[in-house]
Structures are given as C-alpha cells and as structure tokens.
Nanobody, 115 residues
Framework: QVQLVESGGGLVQPGGSLRLSCAAS????????MGWYRQAPGKQREWVAT???????NYADSVKGRFTISRDNAKNTAYLQMNSLKPEDTAVYYC?????????WGQGTQVTVSP
C-alpha cells in the first residue's frame, strides 16, 4: 500500500510562487508515474501535470509555462513548482501516483492565491 503525503501549500499573493512536495512511502522502487490534480470549491477535480518514471512531463494548458513538475526517484518524491500564481489557481492540490497499475492519492494540500 502506497501512502502519499503532500506539503507546501499555503496562502500567497497573486504573482507569487509556491513549491509543493509529494512524498511516497510503503513501496519498494520508484513510482511508474506521479502527477498533480486540483479541485477548486464547487468544481470537479482537474488534472494539472504528470511526470513519468523516465522524466517525461505533460501539463494542462492552464498552467503551461508557469508550473514545473519534477521528481527525485531516489526519494520517491514529486514536486510542483508553481510560479506566477493567479487567484484561479486557488484549490486543494492532490498528488497521484501509479505503481504496477495501482493508483494512490494523497490527502491534498490547500493553495490559496489572494491579495
């Protein structure tokens, strides 16, 4: 059973930056892929970014050029560097990991972008 723990959320002003972390435990070896999703109040959860075990990345159009996903396979940790944050980025951010076809989710971390 893989456990995911997110951290790094908080309150930031528009234009600011935050770095989220997602630490995976409970499994030997690195995750096949890791990704970030977010859910704003009253909206469905949406995909933000994904990184494969080989380092290939993909981004939602809404964050492309502002967010960067990365991972440290030795630490089984994924990161989401968020720059030029906008109020519409406000959401609970969730980490997702896939290992041998099994999907795991973290509990989420709140990101609030407000003056």
């Amino acid at each position: 059973q893989v456990q995911l723990v997110e951290s790094g959320g908080g309150l930031v002003q528009p234009g600011g930056s935050l770095r989220l972390s997602c630490a995976a435990s409970g499994s030997t070896g690195s995750m096949d892929s890791m990704g970030w999703y977010r859910q704003a109040p009253g909206k469905q959860r949406e995909w933000v970014a994904t990184i494969t075990s080989g380092g290939t990345t993909n981004y939602a159009d809404s964050v492309k050029g502002r967010f960067t996903i990365s991972r440290d396979n030795a630490k089984n940790t994924a990161y989401l560097q968020m720059n030029s944050l906008k109020p519409e980025d406000t959401a609970v951010y969730y980490c997702k990991a896939i290992r041998w076809g099994t999907v795991s989710w973290g509990q989420g971390t709140q990101v609030t972008v407000s003056p």
